[in-house]
């Protein structure tokens, strides 16, 4: 599972994005340069197929759809901050045996 949502370089930006309050797909297309209606709904349903997201649906005219990060993504989110620094430090003490 991690690997495949990591893998899926769009995945963190769909989470930064979900940070910032923007959790429609429409308006996370209109705010990533690049990012493509196909590709998002694909890795949104990854997502919420692994229960790291909700997709909630409204029955309006027209429908509108949101996704919220769920208890398990916000662990799962937490787990992926802690690699990130743990990265760093990594790339902080190769960076200084190297110069």
Do not use: H
């Not at 005219?61 to 996704?67: D, L, T």
């Not at 992926?80 to 990265?87: A, G, I, R």
């Amino acid at each position: 599972m991690v690997e495949t949502i990591y893998g899926c370089k769009w995945s963190l930006t769909v989470y930064q994005l979900l940070a910032s309050e923007i959790n429609r797909p429409g308006e996370m297309v209109r705010s990533v340069e690049g990012l493509t209606t196909k590709v998002l709904n694909q890795c949104l349903r990854k997502n919420v197929e692994f229960g790291i997201l909700e997709r909630i649906s409204y029955n309006e005219v027209p429908p509108r759809v949101e996704y919220k990060v769920t208890e398990l993504g916000t662990k799962f989110m937490e787990v992926l901050d802690e690699l990130e620094k743990l990265q760093s430090e990594i790339d902080n003490k190769y960076n200084k045996r190297v110069n």
